[in-house]
């Protein structure tokens, strides 16, 4: 049983539409983290989450934690092609500030 | 700055042979992770150091797997008389520290492929 379930797994859109990406569990979570990571290369962060019902705005990039700490989202709007790659989300459970548990992950593809 | 790097990038071996993966972390971080990462299994953490402090090797999957971190900064993941479910991406992060949340930053990936 995945702790972090994401959904979609696989994305398609066109450049310009809007779309959201959600990161769910049965657990709550001290902080949760977004990444984005493309093809041969390690995963970089992009937010980090850490009070129930946050949310925070990086461009046109925008996450939020839900109020029980158990799942988040991240909508993109206008969508671009460098929007391209795998988003992940982790989250970081009571008793461990260090131990980061992945979701399986979202391919995004936006074509021009 | 240089960021965490690892090597080899590529790896293939042939099932039973042992092999050695290795990661730089950035200069002046304390903490170092390994995670596994694999088609259909998503990221999993494997092992942890801290400082002096004795790692957490709760992720490895089986005692075919170690690592050791040389000086608090080089460390070396050997995986021995590999398996065909080995194949998977192994990446290397490092931290600044632990205290309350600090970003964890990674490396490439060392791609191995046991034939």
């Known amino acids: 049983t995945q702790l972090l379930e994401q959904s979609p797994q696989f994305l398609s859109i066109q450049e310009g539409e809007n779309l959201t990406v959600y990161c769910n569990s049965s657990?709550?979570?001290?902080?949760l983290q977004w990444y984005r990571q493309e093809p041969g290369e390690g995963p970089v962060l992009l937010v980090t989450v850490v009070t129930g019902g946050e949310v925070k705005k990086l461009k046109r990039l925008t996450f939020q934690f839900g109020d029980a700490r158990k799942d988040s989202s991240l909508h993109i709007t206008a969508a671009q092609p460098g929007d391209t790659g795998l988003y992940l989300c982790a989250g970081v459970r009571g008793g461990s500030n260090y131990k980061l548990t992945f979701g399986k992950g979202t391919l995004l593809t936006v074509n021009p | 700055g240089a960021g965490v790097s690892q090597s080899p990038s590529n790896k293939v071996t042939e099932k039973g042979k042992d092999v050695e993966l290795r990661c730089d972390p950035i200069?002046?971080?304390?903490?170092l992770y390994w995670y596994r990462q694999s088609l259909g299994q998503g990221l999993e953490f494997l092992i942890y150091?801290?400082?002096?402090?004795?790692?957490?090797k709760s992720g490895l999957p089986s005692d075919r797997f170690s690592a050791e971190r040389t000086g608090g900064s080089v460390s070396t993941l050997t995986i021995q008389r590999t398996q065909q479910e080995d194949s998977a991406v192994y990446l290397c992060?490092?931290?600044?520290?632990?205290?309350?949340?600090?970003?964890?930053?990674f490396g490439p990936g060392t791609r191995l492929t046991v034939t």
């Open positions: 150091f801290q400082g002096n402090s004795a790692p957490d």
């Open positions: 992060a490092s931290s600044l520290g632990v205290g309350g949340f600090y970003e964890q930053y």
């Open positions: 200069s002046g971080h304390t903490a």
């Open positions: 657990s709550v979570f001290s902080s």
